[in-house]
């Protein structure tokens, strides 16, 4: 095959899809595996249902995701005069007719067609019509073959026929005068020169109409890849009912676009028993061949364990800029809070989404800690006073504060008070933290450092 020219082509009509960004991964993947082109295209034909704002969501879950194309986006709205212009061809050569049939009638004919117990498909009235003005309402039918069968051997599916008496004469050209999805997409695959069509299988029913259009418009018939739909865990097709669908949601939930884009990929696609594909891994080892035939479950539970995967292996200098967005995003200010990349090493190890680390670092960026009514009963007790008291002359007194000098330091105290770590961890914890969950104890203080450890046991110690 010569160079692999592929396309992502999303309708504008709402947010970006995890089946969509599925389908265009697989695209991307291939493209950048073999040196290929991958093409935008948005497909906003129907006016009424295209908006901008849906453009701008594709483009920022295509952004978020790391998938450049190499060429678009190419709007299918500005090629409306092209289109026109291969309606009028089809009309000259013959392999186009004006349909005058107004939508009365065919409800009636496809009635008439149902209690005959017939496939109700368009009865072929204006296909032999002589004379065919332009100035009555019409829309424009393609005239399609009436026998043989339209096959072609689907990289995913295998071999798929159709009997030509299946299919209807398509209409091409709406009444408005816009094209319909079926013909558009065929000018603009053909013409952007895509030689692997990799879509949904929802488009299965649609091939055998466009091949005969390729035909027809003298064009050479692409290769076709229909991957299998995401159900959720009803088996029905994936959607809100199952939880979020939207590319973007996952964002604001805390996954990583690492995260989801393994998750993606491997879902309907296997390589052995391997879960765990950096973005290398995937250019290296995807291939078509190992996509699945049948529809993949989304499973969230196995989200979340990548992504936790991901947080845990992450460069902690990357995932404190991300923190830094999520904690934006819930009004903490982080300007003169400890050092971002110290407060991620302190949290991704357990951390299962970017928001569970974001709440988990409030703490360290709250100069007035709240405190746990129950913790503070339990712990800040007249017996626990001296505790703290204690903490606060080993502390005050260390210099540097990095882990094993603050290990020692608190070693120095369960000596000097004759207690075991247990009776004095929780103490500190309460009151550098408010609550009785955080990162090791170690951490927390060499993350918010000695100026704020001292300040946050001085404010404690006042409510003994
Ligand atoms: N625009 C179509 C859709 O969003 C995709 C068309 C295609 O991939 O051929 O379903």
């Known amino acids: 095959m ?51 704002e849906s453009v701008d969501a594709i ?13 678009g986006p190419i709007y299918q709205s500005e090629r409306f005069e092209h289109y026109k212009s291969k309606v009028q061809q089809l009309l000259d050569e013959g392999n186009a007719y004006r349909c ?14 149902m209690k005959a117990g017939e496939k109700p498909k368009y009865d072929g009235t204006c296909r032999n019509r002589e004379d065919q003005p332009t100035g009555q309402a019409h829309v424009v039918r393609f005239k399609a073959p009436l026998d043989g069968e339209t096959c072609f051997n689907d990289k ?35 013409e952007m020169k895509i030689n692997l069509i990799i879509r ?18 003298g064009y050479d018939v692409p290769e076709f890849a229909h991957v299998p739909m995401i159900l959720g865990s009803d088996k029905k097709r994936l959607s809100k009912r199952h939880g979020a669908t939207s590319v973007m949601a996952y964002r604001d939930m805390g996954y990583l676009p690492e995260a989801l884009t ?50 845990k292996n992450g460069n902690s200098a990357r995932l404190a800029r991300l923190l830094k ?3 934006d995003e819930k009004g903490v200010d982080t300007t003169d809070g400890p050092n971002l990349v110290m407060v991620v090493e302190s949290l991704q190890e357990r951390a299962q989404t970017m928001l569970e680390m974001a709440d988990g670092a409030v703490f360290y960026f709250t100069p007035e800690v709240e405190f746990d009514p129950a913790a503070e009963e339990k712990f800040f007790k007249s017996e626990t006073k001296p505790v703290l008291e204690c903490c606060r002359k080993h502390l005050s007194a260390l210099g540097d504060y990095n882990h094993d000098a603050i290990e020692g330091c608190m070693k120095a105290v369960m000596e000097e008070l004759g207690l075991k770590f247990g009776k004095i961890g929780p103490v500190l914890r309460v009151a550098l933290v408010g609550g009785t969950q955080s990162p090791s104890i170690y951490h927390v203080v060499e993350v918010l450092g000695k100026e704020r450890v001292m300040a946050r046991i001085e404010r404690a110690l006042t409510r003994f």
């Open 2 to 52: 010569s160079e692999l020219r592929v396309r992502f082509a999303p309708s504008p009509t709402g947010y970006l899809h995890v089946g969509g960004a599925r389908t265009a991964l697989f695209n991307y993947l291939l493209a950048r595996q073999s040196g290929g082109t991958f093409v935008l295209r948005i497909e906003d034909t129907d006016t009424e249902r295209s908006t901008q």
């Open 100 to 113: 005058y049939c107004t939508p009365e009638e065919l409800d009636a004919k496809r009635e008439a067609a």
């Open 262 to 311: 393994n998750y993606l990929v491997r879902l309907g696609w296997s390589f052995g028993d391997e879960e765990i594909f950096a973005f290398g891994d995937l250019l290296e080892k995807f291939s078509l061949d190992n996509v699945g035939k049948s529809a993949g479950v989304f499973n969230p539970e196995k989200l979340l364990w990548l992504n936790a995967h991901w947080i």
């Open 325 to 327: 967005e999520y904690l």
């Open 59 to 71: 483009l920022d879950g295509m952004a978020w995701l790391g998938m450049r194309p190499d060429e």
């Open 200 to 217: 949904g299988d929802d488009h299965i029913n649609n091939t055998p109409r466009q091949i005969q259009l390729y035909r027809a418009l």
């Open 156 to 190: 995913i599916k295998g071999n798929i026929c159709f009997q030509n008496t299946e299919l209807d004469d398509l209409i091409i050209q709406r009444t408005d005068g816009t094209p319909t999805y079926n013909f558009v997409v065929v000018i603009d695959d053909a």
